[in-house]
């Protein structure tokens, strides 16, 4: 069993960056993919970014490439979300999620295992 915990949310104002962390416990983090999402009240989970397990593949939304960039320590058992050039429109809650490499996809929220409980980030314009 995999526990995730959000961090480094907050309010910004538009154009500004912040950096997310999640750390994972109870388990062998560096066999994991891992992922990021975001929801917004009334909204569906919508997928973010996410790295393979050893981190080599990075795969993002259209919406965040560019500006956002996912990365992992799995010496420190720990995946990031560098968010620069931040837009109104990516206030949310984000969460980090754990997934078998080996199946599924990395955009399908129902694909990932693990869940932490999110962190809320706000962008002021």
């Known amino acids: 069993q995999v526990q995730l915990v959000e961090s480094g949310g907050g309010l910004v104002q538009a154009g500004g960056s912040l950096r997310l962390s999640c750390a994972a416990s109870?388990?062998?983090?560096?066999?994991?993919?891992m992922g990021w999402f975001r929801q917004t009240p009334g909204k569906e989970r919508e997928f973010v970014a996410a790295?393979?397990?050893?981190?080599?593949?990075?795969y993002y939304a259209d919406s965040v490439k560019g500006r956002f960039t996912i990365s992992r320590e799995n010496a420190k058992n720990t995946v990031y979300l560098q968010m620069n050039s931040l837009k109104p429109e990516d206030t949310a809650v984000y969460y980090c999620?754990?997934?078998?490499?080996?199946?599924?996809?990395?955009?399908?929220?129902?694909?990932?295992?693990?869940w932490g409980q999110g962190t809320q980030v706000t962008v002021s314009s």
């Open positions: 999620a754990a997934k078998s490499p080996y199946t599924g996809t990395y955009y399908l929220r129902t694909d990932y295992d693990y």
């Open positions: 109870g388990g062998t983090f560096s066999r994991y993919a």
């Open positions: 790295i393979g397990w050893r981190g080599a593949g990075t």
